[in-house]
């Protein structure tokens, strides 16, 4: 960078050229002024709540649990199934209406093979089963 400090003799021009860094000082502290009293802006959003109605809980649901064992055995309600057989539980589940639909609880072995689990979930998606959980994940916290 360089800088003109004028000829030899010390007289030099008269600088015409306006200092504007007070003007530019000036106008940041009113943009920061402004910025600060703009009122927040808020934003209402109308919501149409349903009315409550006395009607009597709703059935739980029935639920399926599914245990995969270190081996690869697979349990459906603590009974051991094939695969086949498995994939026929699920497509009788997966034909029903979602709704009503009972929820398949899969909890695992901690060392069971990943694929089986795997598959035990692909299967259930497959067949139409929408209602898929993995329970008893606390084992594996340490």
């Known amino acids: 960078m360089a800088m003109n400090v004028g000829d030899a003799s010390g007289e030099g021009e008269v ?6 860094t007070p003007l530019i000082d000036v106008m940041l502290v009113l943009l920061v002024m402004l910025i600060i009293t703009i009122p927040i802006q808020t934003n209402a959003v109308k919501l149409d709540m ?3 109605h006395n009607q009597p809980p709703p ?9 995969v064992d270190f ?5 459906w309600n603590n009974q051991v199934v094939t695969m086949p057989t498995l994939d026929s539980y699920f497509y ?3 034909q029903k209406d979602p709704t009503v639909q009972p929820e398949v609880h899969i909890s695992v072995n ?3 093979r990943y694929d089986t689990v795997a598959k035990v979930m692909a299967d259930a998606q497959r067949r139409g089963v929408v209602h898929i959980g993995i329970v008893g994940t606390e084992q594996y916290v340490q």
């Not at 600088?15 to 504007?20: A, G, I, L, R």
């Not at 059935?59 to 245990?67: G, L």
């Not at 081996?71 to 349990?75: L, P, R």
């Open 50 to 52: 349903p009315q409550p």
């Open 92 to 94: 009788d589940a997966g």
């Open 110 to 112: 901690r060392l069971a």
């Open 59 to 67: 059935i739980p649901p029935q639920v399926v649990n599914i245990y």
């Open 15 to 20: 600088m015409v050229e306006m200092n504007t």
């Open 71 to 75: 081996d690869g055995s697979v349990s």
